[in-house]
């Protein structure tokens, strides 16, 4: 069984910061692709950034310059610096990963947490 663990997430003011961090656990074999989705109030889940391993990262263009993610493969950790937020980033984020346990490649999610950006 595979887990994966957000913590990061909380209240900031316009213009702040925040890093967001997603640990996998469990029985991995390999992990091809992490990335960090979020969901605004009444919107779809969205990407905002993926790492693929060995890849360039991929950036929603509404958080290009402001996000950076990054993998640590040895920890299976993703992390999601966010800076100059605004308050559009507003939501709750998802982690998400693609990977091999002993029996399958599947794409697993985290519980989320919540980002609130304040004006």
């Known amino acids: 069984q595979v887990q994966l663990a957000e913590s990061g997430g909380g209240l900031v003011q316009v213009g702040g910061s925040l890093r967001l961090s997603c640990a996998a656990s469990?029985?991995?074999?390999?992990?091809?692709?992490m990335a960090w989705y979020r969901q605004a109030p009444g919107k779809a889940r969205e990407l905002v950034a993926s790492a693929t391993d060995g890849g360039v990262p991929n950036y929603a263009d509404s958080v290009k310059g402001r996000f950076t993610i990054s993998r640590d493969n040895v920890k299976n950790t993703v992390y999601l610096q966010m800076n100059t937020l605004k308050s559009e980033d507003t939501g709750v984020y998802y982690c998400?990963?693609?990977?091999?346990?002993?029996?399958?490649?599947?794409?697993?999610w985290g519980q989320g947490t919540q980002v609130t950006v304040s004006s």
């Open positions: 998400y990963a693609l990977l091999k346990t002993r029996g399958s490649w599947s794409g697993n």
């Open positions: 469990g029985s991995i074999v390999s992990i091809s692709s």
